[in-house]
Structures are given as C-alpha cells and as structure tokens.
C-alpha cells in the first residue's frame, strides 16, 4: 500500500523485487498459491498517475488506483477475489489507511515507520527506518518493533552498476513530477542550463522525465502557454533523436544551443548515480538522490506564488481551491518561508543543512553561477558526496523487511 511517485520508486518497487526472488508469487509465478496486488491511496502528493507507472514494472497482479480506494474498503469484493489470509504492508501515504484495509480484508498489518509509527496498537508489526522511530513508540510497543534500516539505504551500489553514461561533467536537472512544480522548475532550469553551459562549456545535461509526466507536457510547460515561461529566457526547446542514451533516444536543444539528453526510465536511479551534480525541486526525489550519493542543490523559486500549490499537506490542498487559490498561495507562502524548517529531506534525516536549500527569490544566473563554483572544486563534491551515503547507513533493509513480511504470511502452500 502506497501513495506518490517518489515511495513507488524507493520503497514499493525494492520490496516487490525482493518478495518475488524469495518467494513463488503471481504475476512472476503463474502457478504460485500467493500474489502481489498493490493499492494505492488517496494523497496530495500523488498525480493519479501512479497505477500506470507500476503496471510497467509488471511486478503485481493487480493494481488498485487510488480514486478507487474508497468503494474498495466498501466493496471489496467488487475489485477481485480476496484470498482468506494475507498482509498489508504500509510503504507510504497516510497509515490509517492501512488500517482500515487490513480490518476490512481481515489481514496482518505491517508497517514501514520512517519517522513514527502512529498507530502502533493496530500493528501486527513495526519495521522502523531507525532507532529514533523506535525510540518514540511507548514501552508497552516495542515489542512489535524490528529496526530493519533504510529502504534505500541499497539504492546506490545497485543504481551504478546499470545504463552507464558517456564520459563527461554531467548535471541532473530535476524539474519536478506535479504540474505545479512543472510549470516553474521547468523554465527555470532551462535558462540555468544555458548559462551554465556558457561558464562550463564541457558541461552535459540528463533530464530523468518522471513517469507521471510527458514530453508533450515539458515542452508546454516551456511555451507561451505557461505565463511562467514569459519571466525566463530559454524558450521552447527543441526535440530530436538522441543515440546517445540508448534506450531513451530522445534530447532536446534550447535556442541557446544547449543540449539536454532525456531519460524516459523509471526510476533513472542509474544514470543520476553518475552524475556530478543535481539542480532539484524539493520532494521525495531529494531522499532518492541522497540515497544515490548525489550531491544537489535544492531549488524553491517563490517568486511566482502558483509555486505554493505544489506544497504539501493542508496547506498544498487549499491552495487548490478555485478563484481563492492565488491569494491564499500568496498568504501561504509567506506564511511558511516565515515558518519553514529544513525543506529538502536529506537535511530533514541529518538535523541540519547538509545540502544547500536556495529558497525566495533566486534566479537562473546566481543558481548557474553556483552550479559552476561547485563543479569546480571536486574534492568538495566528493566530501558531499560521502555525507549524502552515510546518512542511509548500512544496507539489507529490504532484506530485512522481505523477512518480516515472510513471518507474517500464511505457510507456503496455504491461502495466501
């Protein structure tokens, strides 16, 4: 069970492979007694998008989008047969949902607790990122509680052995996968693309397209149709065919001549891992790059207040209302740069700023002008770059948790 884009990558996809080397498992095992369904639930941070994206992993037997939630839990019956025994595994979305699922199908819960563990008496069992997740469940709990480590704390060494990228100075460019992000970031870091090009002319640039978005999409998003767009001065790029990443085949040029390859996997979990650099909205994928050791710096133009409805929780939904939107995004985005903690969620993990969060009004000149300082002293992004891995700790959680899950399943060969 899960919500957005970024835990599809990072928890959901890891764990799938994991329970389908170790155990015979529909759709992988046509024979198998057991399957893998994934459902998917109701969250701001989610594009609606989802379900198509893991129906390409083929990795589940059936995949319950999240605006059919709701007459799930009425109806399950409606959406398939339900075996009489099997678990509920949390990875990410709000956990009383998964409370309610595993009551009404009258299975074993399991939860993934990154932070906190929020309902621990309805939990069969608690894998804890950490000891501090632990820590902060009351005594009478812990008893459920495993620490089995962060999920991806396994995602560099894996991610760097795949789809090597030609040699060079490469610079991720993380746009954002929600439309609102899309409709700033992706100008934004055309123009920064420009001129970093024109400080570092060695320069090259990978653009991971997010599976919850489109080439059509990117390229209005860099046109007249976004009012955005008119504050920079990249233009609209230009596609062409591209054999330089292979499986892709795809790379636009801006008008400036600046040339971005395009990476149409997901997730692109191997090309970033051999970046030098990554120019990022906040959002799950700083987690990711952390994970992959990817020093970045963390991008939040406030200037334009249609950013305030890419933030999340509460504060992301009423910034959606109709006619009221704009103002409340103004009012809200004043309110939280005034509040706001750390943003980016390695920062979060650490406790302090690790990676550099730039937040107001930033243009594309001091971001290219930044980028160039950086990629001119190695050593420092290799000290960033240990940081960054550290942090995840140890690997073998997805092992760990695979294990947890196995105790909580039915025998093999039981109704599963």
């Known amino acids: 069970m899960s ?19 170790q155990l015979p498992l529909r759709p992988h095992s046509a024979a198998a ?54 678990v509920v595994v949390f990875l990410g979305g709000d956990q009383f949902w ?95 693309a420009d001129r970093l090009a024109a400080l570092r002319p060695g320069c090259r640039f990978l653009l991971p397209l997010a599976p919850t978005t489109n080439l059509a999409e990117l390229l209005h998003c860099a046109g007249a149709g976004n009012p955005i767009a008119r504050c920079y001065g990249s233009g609209v790029p230009r596609p062409l065919p591209s054999a330089l990443l292979e499986s892709d085949g795809l790379a636009l040029i801006t008008p400036a001549g600046t040339r971005i390859e395009l990476t149409r996997s997901a997730p692109a979990h191997g090309p970033l891992s ?50 009221l939107g704009l103002l409340l995004g103004r009012a809200l985005t004043a309110w939280r740069l005034r509040r706001r903690g750390l943003l980016a969620l390695p920062n979060i993990h650490a406790g302090h700023l690790l990676v550099p969060e730039r937040v107001g009004s930033i243009t594309p000149p001091q971001i290219a002008a930044e980028s160039a300082d950086w990629l001119s002293r ?20 997805v092992a760990a948790l695979v294990a947890l899950v196995r105790e909580l399943l039915p025998p093999e060969g039981g109704d599963s």
């Not at 639930?41 to 998008?49: F, K, M």
């Not at 700083?286 to 933030?311: C, I, K, N, S, Y």
């Open 3 to 21: 919500n957005g884009p970024g835990e599809l990558a990072t928890w959901v996809r890891p764990l799938a492979l994991g329970l389908h080397r």
């Open 33 to 86: 007694a057991g399957a893998l369904h994934l459902v998917l639930v109701p969250c701001p941070n989610g594009t609606g998008r989802e379900h198509r994206v893991a129906a390409d992993w083929n990795l589940f037997e059936r995949i319950t989008p999240a605006r059919r939630f709701w007459p799930l839990l009425l109806r399950p019956g409606r959406w398939g047969v339900w075996p009489g025994r099997g």
């Open 98 to 192: 998964t409370v309610l699922l595993s009551a009404r199908l009258g299975y074993r819960h399991l939860t993934y607790a990154e932070w906190l563990a929020r309902w621990p008496r309805w939990n069969d069992r608690i894998a804890a990122m950490g000891p501090r997740a632990a820590g902060r469940l009351a005594p009478r709990w812990r008893q459920r509680c495993t620490v089995v480590g962060d999920l991806m704390a396994d995602l560099g060494e894996r991610a760097r052995r795949d789809d090597p990228l030609p040699a060079g100075e490469w610079v991720a460019l993380l746009p954002g996968s929600k439309r609102a992000k899309l409709l700033v970031g992706v100008p934004f870091l055309l123009e920064t």
């Open 274 to 323: 051999q970046c030098a650099l990554a120019l990022t909205t906040v959002g799950a994928n700083t987690a990711e790059l952390a994970a992959l050791g990817l020093p970045m710096l963390v991008l939040v133009p406030t200037q334009h207040p249609e950013v305030m409805r890419a933030w999340d929780g509460l504060a992301g939904w009423l910034a959606r209302l109709p006619v």
């Open 378 to 397: 190695p050593e420092r992004l290799e000290a960033l770059r240990l940081e960054l891995r550290g942090l995840r700790g140890e690997g073998g959680a």
